[in-house]
């Protein structure tokens, strides 16, 4: 069982370690994935630690869900791909290496072989420019 102590996830949110960030709403984060599966490769969490669907409460679920539709929208706006496959996965037998609960955004090109991990870690100022392009796609879809 990974605790909220030697979680990566959980230092990221804390702001211990970087990340390329997308969105922060008081209970959800979303960033880069740094070894993206796909071009545009995106995660949301909950900014608390709970580790699978067994866990999170029914609210911070929701959260997650409402950002994780928001920003499949601002990928799709930015990269217009041919499809978007949104996934989260519990526990090690079914792909999880983060035991922190999280939603994989992964924006799909026809033809492309599906995976959930990619192999290599991805240019930091590609992140950065996409999670920049992605933060200004929100803005445009939700004006405040
Ligand atoms: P999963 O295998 O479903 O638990 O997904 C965990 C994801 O987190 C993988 O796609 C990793 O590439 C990604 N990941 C691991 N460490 C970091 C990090 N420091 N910043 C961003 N993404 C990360
Ligand atoms: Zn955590």
Excluded: W
């Amino acid at each position: 069982m990974t605790t909220e102590a030697d979680c990566i996830f959980c230092s990221i949110v804390a702001g211990a370690r970087p990340c390329h960030k997308v969105l922060e709403t008081d209970l959800v984060l979303s960033f880069m994935d740094i070894f993206p599966a796909s071009q545009g490769h995106t995660l949301v969490i909950p900014k608390h630690h709970y580790e699978t669907v067994f866990d999170i409460p029914e609210s911070a679920m929701q959260a997650v869900s409402v950002v994780a539709k928001r920003i499949a929208g601002a990928i799709r706006a930015e990269l217009a791909p041919d499809g978007m496959t949104i996934v989260q996965v519990n526990g090690a037998a079914a792909g999880q290496t983060v035991m922190h609960y999280h939603v994989h955004l992964l924006p799909r090109t026809q033809g492309e072989s599906m995976r959930l991990h990619g192999s290599n870690q991805a240019d930091p100022a590609r992140l950065d420019a996409l999670a920049r392009a992605f933060a200004a796609r929100l803005i445009e879809l939700h004006p405040q």
